[in-house]
């Protein structure tokens, strides 16, 4: 499970501003620089060649006051970092009041840490070797003198971002039995496989990082970063950690969004058929203040994505409230759904009376007869397929919104082929299926019951919010379908 995090497209993704914040005043009072972070020093390092606030549409492009005069200067940045307290961390604060629109970032492609979409190893894996590598290499050319430094060409010293990389991060790769035994089957299950996958990755770098003198936990820790931090931009496949960006904190309703801009090439190629035209300026990320503005001191934030929080949990390593992308799965797939209806009748997985290849037998069975029920009437009629494909009918759920549209036909369907009667659709909602869902969430929210911490005396705060949301979910789908019948 790897969704596109945070933003989904950021070249045409502008998320939308907090629709309680009100328009930014006529006055610009600006926050003292004392109470920023010493992370700010990574914005002014990120952003260099660009022109700085308001100066985004200039047709000269990308090229910066300070570099035409070849000295670095400080950009006038509308954003700091500062520390929120109470246990929040690090983020990104107005350090005056924001027009609407406002570019407060703008982050040269150069500067951006991505992924190599035809790495053989998992994306975070494959950064995380990479920003170990890129660490011992600022640190050895820290320690070389001036003059050498400055033979050692145009590569890239991510150094300052390093530094500024928090020294601990915590997801569910670091979990144990406690914490595992606290999840339902399903997000441990992810949790289980997805710590494979980077301990199998381990073992194959495990020489690079010992010729680096890296061990686990740096992998470990370079792994997390990426997790918890990273775009992903579908059009290239490229996972994207963009430095001073990656600072911005998730709401549900952000003050910022973010885009890719491309540089206006119009006229280069006539240029190069009469003179050797500079190189054309790289793309850059930006962060862009939503259509309210975001007054002084404000936190500046950006939605991660609409995501379930088995997402937010694996990836990032914290759980929202409320999280609007929530869902709760009733069951993996169609196979589990026919094994489950079975068990309710005793001639299931649970029969004492049965052995393994009779068991299995009948569910093979029993999916083939729900395959041609659930198919269109007209199907064997005009020579198609003689059933649905039941692959699917994967990732069964209920969410806020209501439940899941392929659930009510299969229960029913399965329903009249366990009984032994004869399969026929029903009506899209039938009392049958209706109490075949409030079975199965009656179940799946006793998973999540209140035992006065996470479950299995797990008081891990993602792990307890983990089970909240799910709580909460599995409480208002029985009150919906425990109801008026509608």
Not at 67 to 77: D, I, M, N, T
Not at 79 to 87: A, F, I, K, M, Q
Not at 151 to 170: E, F, K
Not at 378 to 406: E, H, I, S
Request: proline share 7%; hydrophobic share 40%; aromatic share 6%.
């Amino acid at each position: 499970m790897f969704p596109a995090l945070r933003a989904t497209r950021p070249t045409v993704v502008r998320a939308a501003a907090a629709a309680a914040a009100a328009p930014a005043p006529a006055s610009s009072p600006s926050l003292n620089g004392s109470e920023l972070d010493a992370g700010s020093a990574v914005l002014q390092w990120a952003c260099q060649g660009w022109e700085g606030p308001g100066l985004d549409d200039d047709e000269e492009g990308f090229n910066s006051r300070s570099s035409r005069s070849g000295v670095e200067a400080q950009l006038p940045l509308a954003v700091g970092v500062r520390d929120l307290g109470e246990g929040r961390g690090r983020g990104l604060v107005a350090l005056r009041d924001v027009g609407p629109e406002e570019t407060l970032l703008s982050v040269s492609m150069d500067r951006v840490f991505c992924s190599e979409p035809d790495s053989e190893l998992h994306w975070s894996a494959d950064m995380g070797l990479r920003l170990l590598k890129a660490r011992h290499a600022s640190r050895q050319q820290a320690q070389q003198p001036a003059l050498q430094q400055s033979r050692s060409g145009g590569a890239v010293d991510w150094g300052v971002w390093i530094r500024s990389l928090p020294t601990a991060v915590r997801t569910p790769l670091e979990y144990g039995d406690a914490e595992l035994g606290a999840l339902d089957e399903y997000m441990a299950a992810e949790v289980v496989g997805m710590q494979q996958c980077v301990q199998d990755c381990f073992e194959v770098v495990r020489p690079e990082l010992d010729a680096i003198g890296c061990g686990w936990e740096d992998f470990l820790w370079a792994v997390q970063v990426f997790h918890s931090r990273c775009f992903f931009e579908p059009t290239s496949g490229r996972h994207m950690t963009v430095p001073g960006v990656d600072m911005a904190n998730h709401t549900a309703t952000p003050s910022a969004g973010v885009r890719i801009v491309h540089p206006m090439s119009q006229g280069w190629d006539a240029t190069a058929e009469i003179a050797e035209p500079p190189p054309p300026e790289p793309s850059r990320f930006t962060l862009v203040a939503g259509e309210a503005g975001i007054r002084c001191g404000e936190e500046v934030t950006i939605s991660y994505g609409s995501w379930p929080s088995e997402a937010f949990l694996l990836l990032f390593g914290f759980v929202p409230s409320p999280c609007p992308g929530e869902a709760l799965t009733l069951f993996r797939d169609a196979e589990e759904v026919v094994r489950w209806c079975m068990g309710r009748h005793g001639g299931g997985p649970a029969s004492e009376h049965q052995d393994d290849e009779e068991v299995e037998a009948r569910v093979a069975a029993a999916l083939e007869q729900v395959a041609e029920a659930l198919a269109p009437p007209l199907a064997a009629d005009d020579g198609g397929a003689a059933g649905v494909d039941l692959g699917d009918f994967t990732n069964l759920v209920v969410t806020p919104q209501g439940v899941d549209g392929r659930l009510e036909p299969l229960l029913a369907v399965l329903e009249v082929q366990v009984q032994g009667e004869a399969a026929a659709v029903p009506a899209p909602i039938t009392t049958v299926a209706r109490q075949l869902l409030v079975a199965r969430l009656r179940e799946r929210a006793a998973e999540f019951a209140v035992d006065g911490t996470g479950g299995q005396g797990c008081r891990e705060p993602p792990v307890v919010a983990f089970r909240e949301s799910k709580r909460a979910v599995a409480a208002a789908a029985l009150a919906a379908l425990t109801g008026p019948a509608r």
